[in-house]
């Protein structure tokens, strides 16, 4: 789904919002359409339900914004060796074989799920900005290894335009502050 489409924004977007914009098409349908196509233009609005029932399912699961910064607190004054076992079973509660790969290299975990291997690179975490050499570095370690996918871990700071556009154009998944805290607070 394309990033910008109507559906991917309104699954961002609060529930109620989905709701309202099917409110909109029925009202708008009752306006503007002859009483015998009323039921068919007020149909258009159906996939915006669906899209808003979606919406509304993933927010009732998603954990409470407090209890995604007391994560990232904890994560965040976690040593290295704590944070890579939580990512680990995290991964594997998810139902991904995590390897431990060699420390000093670009990689710090391997995940392989279906088949399918993924690099992740989460030594930086902590780190006040992330330009893009550690995200070429993870690039080159996905092409050694045949990975086709990687994930960047930054719980802290932001990632420069270059790297974000780097990450984005070589299938590396950047995995930042919120998204991280609700993967492990799901994982529980």
């Known amino acids: 789904m394309a990033e910008k489409s109507l559906f991917a924004l309104l699954l961002r977007s609060p529930w109620w919002i989905s709701f309202a914009v099917v409110g909109l098409v029925v009202l708008a349908a009752g306006a503007l359409l002859p009483r015998e196509y009323f039921v068919v233009g007020a149909l258009a609005g159906f996939p915006i339900f669906v899209v808003g029932c979606i919406a509304a399912w993933r927010q009732l699961r998603a954990p409470s914004p407090a209890k995604v910064a007391e994560m990232l607190d904890a994560v965040q004054s976690m040593p290295w060796r704590s944070f890579a076992d939580t990512l680990e079973a995290a991964w594997t509660r998810e139902g991904c074989t995590v390897e431990r790969l060699p420390a000093g290299g670009a990689a710090d975990l391997a ?10 690179s989460a030594r930086r975490w902590k780190a006040a900005t992330h330009g893009v050499e550690p995200l070429r570095e993870l690039h080159a370690a996905m092409q050694a290894r045949g990975a086709p996918a990687g994930v960047y871990v930054a719980t ?28 492990l607070l799901n994982a529980r």
Do not use: C, P, Y
Not at 111 to 120: C, F, H, P, R, S
Not at 164 to 183: C, P, S, T
């Open 156 to 183: 802290q700071g932001q990632l420069s335009d270059n790297a974000r556009i780097f990450a984005r154009d070589h299938g590396i998944a950047v995995l930042q502050a919120e998204a991280l805290a609700q993967m």
């Open 111 to 120: 995940l392989a799920k279906g088949g399918q291997t993924t690099l992740v």
